[in-house]
Structures are given as C-alpha cells and as structure tokens.
C-alpha cells in the first residue's frame, strides 16, 4: 500500500510557528505514524462536531496534528493531508 503526505497552507504556517523541539518531535511521530497510522502511542483517534472526518494523533504531551485521509484506488494508496497543529486548545 502506497502512502502519500499532503500539508495545506495553513499546517505548514502553523507548523513553522512551532517551537524546533515540537517540529522535531512531528517529523519522528510522522514516522511512526506512516509505519502504523494507530499505534498506541499516536493516540490517533477520529474528531466530532465540527472537525467530523478528520483524524487526530498525538505529536507530544499537549500537541495535536489533524489530519484527513483518503483511500483511492481500491486501498491501494492512502492520502493524508495535515491541516492544521498546535496545541489540544488551538486545535479543537
């Protein structure tokens, strides 16, 4: 299964106004992330209300990134597109 990582506009303005640490830590989760989109430590987790059909993981202890995801072509590719991250409290 091929996997493909989008960012808007807006994750990557948001991104770049996080602290280098929690940049970092995004790049290392991402990892994780695309190796096991629901590991135990992401925390991944499907949004309500008005975030309803996007995705949510854990980067670090209060830092979120959302996400929506796309299957096309019979599951044979997934496309996550971050759109936004920050704090649970900017977020949500």
């Known amino acids: 299964m091929k ?8 994750f990557e303005k948001t991104f770049l106004k996080l602290q280098k640490k929690w940049r970092n830590k995004f790049i290392k989760q991402l990892d ?8 135990p430590l992401l925390r991944t987790h499907e949004l309500q209300g008005e975030r309803k059909g996007e995705w949510s993981f854990s980067v670090a202890h209060d830092i979120r990134a959302i996400y929506r995801k796309k299957i096309v072509n019979d599951r ?7 759109v936004d991250i920050g704090s649970h409290s900017k977020v949500y």
């Open 3 to 10: 996997k493909i990582v989008q960012r808007t506009k807006g």
């Open 32 to 39: 994780l992330f695309l190796d096991d989109e629901f590991h």
């Open 76 to 82: 044979t590719i997934i496309v996550f597109t971050f």
